[in-house]
């Protein structure tokens, strides 16, 4: 009598029929929309209509279509410290660095070349007649031929930053500085500068001891500053100040002021406003940014308004469902991906969850109640409608669709499996925790046998518990978390950091680890072997449970298996596991951190640091068929004897409903290894008796209405 693992290597070399269809290199993957990340801090929009970002960390971006789209305008640039932006009435666009000084493009962005000033400002202005101004420390520089030479007599004070500059119709200039706020005693310098002989002298217009930093003019020459969190106005020479609250008692502080189609705009913590120069009121044109910190907004000539956030890009507010949505700048790196039971798609980042948006290619976070925590993974649960999401702030879960996350349990969060409706292990930075009430109430598990270190993966096989421990290999548990041994002792696994495992339809389990690529077991972990086709690999992610499916004739048609990596992209298996290629057509050199698939459509989603991948089709062809076995059966246990577990395998030749029970010699029950519902095939099951004590003891199988009982001895 064959063991369970030649057992399974002899179906796998003769019952398994090869598709030609179905192989690697008919693969390949797309790049979709994704969420996005960005520290924009400046924004305009050019005369056709482009919207042009400035990130603080990776430069200059532009959108042709309405923000859904972005390409890096960097050409020429020091993308790292631009920090402002504006266009002449040509269409010249000068940038400003607070390190190299100022920039120029003639061609909307497409290259740029430096300007001969090349020390850092903070602000840039340009003038109609091509005069531009930049703003220094200390000084507003002046050139009149393009950037090609700076006259830099335009001193305003002694040594405050100049953080600001405006020009009003009449072509007087105006700057407002820092001021300076001594640990003890009084602030000094800061205020708001006029000039009417561009720059060669300044006047101060009040607010000293106020830093001043930002400041626009409409074409009645009224002029708004912002100071100490509220907005002011005031007349060209007056050193009178009023401040401009009507309609804005609750917009809470003012961030930014500037010009757009529909007026003069103040950027408020809780919304964009409109100043009605008519009845001298603002008025709210969109609510808050709802979950992130806003810098910047601008509006295009058709009313569209957009926001640039200080860590989440750029979002455009869509009027008709009165909501802000994300759109760009730069590709966020994914996590995870999850689909619910709706088929709703959910990504996780390094700073919270996000959904897409009803306007195409935008995104909506979905982080209420998480704020921004790494997202290691999101996962349906297996007895109820709730989506769990695994974070660096915890476990939680929503039941409303993403709109709020429940917390369940406050600590670091890898993994969860639920054993019952009510019982759940999740595998955290301290190791396994156990709730009995479905996550209401948590607690350590006071387990024997598994190490006191980070548990990174759970999960449920056969009736056993599996845990993956960093730096320390895999355990198992046959009793429901009490008890754990070391598997793979005799190989290298013990020795690994396995940082995931799972299982597939034939019962084999998949141990990824982080440089030593995979090891697989078709007996329950009494003995692995390495798949040479990964085997210096950092294994991330394993996808091998795509349902299989039934043939007219009661024949089981297999999928296909993937298995992600950090370092070497996707592989794939045809035959459910014997061999494996790459499958990287279309993806990135880049980490793919997670590995999901659309129930509904059939598609592979690939969570990667450059965003998400999707294979261009579903994977629907058959990768494999495994036939039924024709009877029903029951193998000898293997090893027999043994001590202290073996492993049981039997034959199914329909769907049944399995019991697989274990008695002591006058008949008591001492265990129930298998009470459910199975598809045909081969099955296993592992038996620990390590609390039993030596002596004969038998397995029953019942399947419907076959029944056979076979003996084994316990030898301690």
Same mark, same amino acid.
């Given at each position: 009598?064959?063991?369970?693992?030649?057992?399974?290597? @002899?179906?796998?070399?003769?019952?398994? @029929?090869?598709?030609?269809?179905?192989?690697?290199?008919?693969?390949?993957?797309?790049?979709?929309?994704?969420?996005?990340?960005?520290?924009?801090?400046?924004? #305009?929009?050019?005369?056709?209509?482009?919207?042009?970002?400035?990130?603080?960390?990776?430069?200059?971006?532009?959108? !042709?279509?309405?923000?859904?789209?972005? %390409?890096?305008?960097?050409?020429?640039?020091?993308?790292?410290?631009?920090?402002?932006?504006?266009?002449?009435?040509?269409?010249?666009?000068?940038?400003?660095?607070?390190?190299?000084?100022?920039?120029?493009?003639?061609?909307?962005?497409?290259?740029?070349?430096?300007?001969?000033?090349?020390?850092?400002?903070?602000?840039?202005?340009?003038?109609?007649?091509?005069?531009?101004?930049?703003?220094?420390?200390?000084?507003?520089?002046?050139? $009149?031929?393009?950037?090609?030479?700076?006259?830099?007599?335009?001193?305003?004070?002694?040594?405050?930053?100049?953080?600001?500059?405006?020009?009003?119709?009449?072509?007087?200039?105006?700057?407002?500085?820092?001021?300076?706020?001594?640990?003890?005693?009084?602030?000094?310098?800061?205020?708001?500068?006029?000039?009417?002989?561009?720059?060669?002298?300044?006047?101060?217009? $009040?607010?000293?001891?106020?830093?001043?930093?930002?400041?626009?003019?409409?074409?009645?020459?009224? %002029?708004?500053?912002?100071?100490?969190?509220?907005?002011?106005?005031?007349?060209?020479?007056?050193?009178?100040?009023?401040?401009?609250?009507?309609?804005?008692?609750?917009?809470?502080?003012? *961030? /930014?002021?500037?010009?757009?189609?529909?007026?003069? #705009?103040?950027?408020?913590?809780?919304?964009?406003?409109?100043?009605?120069?008519?009845?001298?009121?603002?008025?709210?044109?969109?609510?808050?940014?709802?979950?992130?910190?806003?810098?910047?907004?601008?509006?295009?000539?058709?009313?569209?308004?957009?926001?640039?956030?200080?860590?989440? $890009?750029?979002?455009?507010?869509?009027?008709?469902?009165?909501?802000?949505?994300?759109?760009?700048?730069?590709?966020?790196?994914?996590?995870?991906?999850?689909?619910?039971?709706?088929?709703?798609?959910?990504?996780?980042?390094?700073?919270? %969850?996000?959904?897409?948006?009803?306007?195409?290619?935008?995104?909506?976070?979905?982080?209420?109640?998480?704020?921004?925590?790494?997202?290691?993974? *999101?996962?349906?649960?297996?007895?109820?409608?709730?989506?769990?999401?695994?974070?660096?702030?915890?476990?939680?879960?929503?039941?409303?669709?993403?709109?709020?996350?429940?917390?369940?349990?406050?600590?670091?969060?890898?993994?969860?499996?639920?054993?019952?409706?009510?019982?759940?292990?999740?595998?955290?930075?301290?190791? %396994?925790?156990?709730?009995?009430?479905?996550?209401?109430?948590?607690?350590? /598990?006071?387990?024997?046998?598994?190490?006191?270190?980070?548990?990174?993966?759970?999960?449920?096989?056969?009736?056993?518990?599996?845990? !993956?421990?960093? &730096?320390?290999?895999?355990?198992?548990?046959?009793?429901?978390?009490?008890?754990?041994?070391?598997?793979?002792?005799?190989?290298?696994?013990?020795?690994?950091?396995?940082?995931?495992?799972?299982?597939?339809?034939?019962?084999?389990?998949?141990?990824?680890?982080?440089?030593?690529?995979?090891?697989?077991? &078709?007996?329950?972990?009494?003995?692995?072997?390495? /798949?040479?086709?990964?085997?210096?690999?950092?294994?991330?992610? /394993?996808?091998?449970?795509?349902?299989?499916?039934?043939? +007219?004739?009661?024949?089981?048609?297999?999928?296909?298996?993937?298995?992600?990596?950090?370092?070497?992209?996707?592989?794939?298996?045809?035959?459910?596991?014997?061999?494996?290629?790459?499958?990287?057509?279309?993806?990135?050199?880049?980490?793919?951190?997670?590995?999901?698939?659309?129930?509904?459509?059939?598609?592979?989603?690939?969570?990667?640091?450059?965003?998400?991948?999707?294979?261009?089709?579903?994977?629907?062809?058959?990768?494999?068929?495994?036939?039924?076995?024709?009877?029903?059966?029951?193998?000898?246990?293997?090893?027999?004897?043994?001590?202290?577990?073996?492993?049981?395998?039997?034959?199914?030749?329909?769907?049944?409903?399995?019991?697989?029970?274990?008695?002591?010699?006058?008949?008591?029950?001492?265990?129930?290894?298998?009470?459910?519902?199975?598809?045909?095939?081969?099955?296993?099951?592992?038996?620990?008796?390590?609390?039993?004590?030596?002596?004969?003891?038998?397995?029953?199988?019942?399947?419907?209405?076959?029944? +056979?009982?076979?003996?084994?001895?316990?030898?301690?």
């Amino acid at each position: 009598m064959k063991g369970p693992a030649q057992l399974s290597a @002899v179906l796998l070399s003769s019952l398994v @029929v090869f598709s030609l269809s179905a192989n690697a290199q008919s693969i390949a993957w797309s790049r979709v929309s994704t969420p996005y990340s960005g520290a924009i801090i400046q924004m #305009m929009i050019d005369q056709a209509g482009d919207i042009f970002a400035v990130d603080q960390f990776s430069g200059l971006y532009r959108s !042709s279509d309405n923000g859904v789209s972005w %390409i890096s305008a960097n050409s020429g640039l020091d993308p790292e410290y631009l920090n402002s932006m504006v266009f002449d009435s040509s269409g010249t666009i000068y940038a400003g660095s607070s390190t190299s000084g100022v920039y120029k493009s003639t061609d909307r962005g497409n290259s740029w070349s430096s300007t001969s000033w090349s020390t850092g400002v903070n602000a840039v202005l340009a003038l109609p007649g091509g005069s531009v101004y930049a703003a220094g420390t200390s000084i507003v520089i002046h050139s $009149g031929d393009g950037g090609r030479t700076w006259d830099t007599s335009r001193v305003v004070s002694d040594v405050e930053n100049v953080l600001s500059l405006a020009y009003d119709e009449s072509g007087n200039l105006y700057a407002g500085l820092e001021a300076y706020a001594p640990r003890y005693g009084t602030p000094y310098g800061g205020g708001i500068y006029s000039s009417s002989d561009g720059g060669k002298t300044w006047l101060r217009l $009040g607010m000293y001891q106020s830093s001043v930093p930002s400041i626009v003019t409409d074409t009645s020459g009224t %002029i708004f500053i912002i100071v100490g969190g509220n907005i002011f106005t005031g007349s060209p020479g007056s050193s009178v100040w009023t401040a401009s609250f009507s309609g804005l008692a609750d917009a809470g502080s003012p *961030i /930014l002021l500037s010009q757009s189609p529909l007026g003069i #705009m103040a950027l408020m913590q809780f919304g964009v406003y409109v100043y009605d120069a008519v009845h001298t009121t603002w008025k709210q044109i969109t609510p808050t940014v709802s979950g992130s910190t806003v810098t910047q907004a601008c509006v295009n000539k058709n009313g569209v308004a957009y926001a640039g956030t200080e860590r989440d $890009g750029v979002f455009r507010y869509d009027s008709s469902s009165a909501a802000w949505y994300q759109c760009g700048v730069t590709s966020s790196g994914a996590t995870s991906i999850a689909f619910d039971a709706s088929g709703k798609m959910y990504v996780g980042t390094q700073s919270g %969850i996000y959904c897409p948006a009803p306007v195409r290619g935008a995104w909506i976070r979905a982080s209420a109640g998480l704020d921004r925590p790494a997202v290691y993974s *999101i996962k349906q649960s297996t007895f109820s409608s709730r989506l769990f999401a695994c974070t660096s702030g915890g476990l939680f879960y929503t039941t409303n669709g993403g709109e709020y996350w429940v917390p369940s349990l406050a600590m670091n969060t890898y993994d969860f499996v639920q054993l019952s409706t009510l019982d759940i292990f999740a595998a955290t930075a301290g190791g %396994i925790q156990v709730s009995d009430d479905g996550g209401s109430v948590w607690n350590p /598990l006071e387990e024997v046998g598994l190490p006191v270190t980070a548990i990174y993966s759970v999960l449920l096989a056969g009736g056993q518990i599996f845990a !993956s421990a960093s &730096n320390d290999g895999l355990f198992v548990s046959t009793d429901q978390g009490n008890y754990w041994e070391e598997e793979g002792i005799n190989t290298p696994l013990i020795f690994s950091h396995v940082s995931v495992v799972g299982s597939d339809m034939l019962n084999h389990l998949y141990a990824g680890t982080d440089g030593q690529g995979v090891y697989v077991s &078709n007996d329950y972990g009494q003995s692995w072997s390495q /798949l040479e086709q990964m085997d210096s690999s950092r294994i991330s992610c /394993l996808l091998l449970n795509l349902p299989a499916q039934i043939g +007219s004739n009661g024949e089981i048609k297999w999928n296909k298996l993937f298995i992600g990596t950090l370092d070497a992209g996707v592989f794939v298996s045809t035959d459910m596991g014997s061999t494996w290629s790459a499958c990287n057509n279309g993806l990135p050199i880049a980490a793919v951190n997670g590995l999901v698939a659309a129930d509904s459509a059939g598609y592979i989603y690939a969570a990667t640091d450059s965003g998400i991948y999707r294979t261009d089709g579903p994977i629907t062809g058959v990768a494999g068929r495994v036939p039924t076995p024709s009877d029903f059966s029951l193998e000898q246990n293997f090893p027999n004897p043994f001590n202290p577990s073996t492993v049981i395998s039997y034959k199914l030749s329909a769907v049944s409903d399995v019991s697989l029970k274990v008695y002591d010699v006058i008949g008591r029950e001492v265990r129930t290894l298998v009470n459910a519902r199975q598809n045909p095939g081969i099955h296993s099951v592992k038996f620990d008796a390590r609390k039993l004590p030596s002596g004969v003891y038998f397995y029953r199988l019942q399947a419907g209405e076959f029944t +056979s009982t076979k003996k084994m001895v316990l030898a301690k």
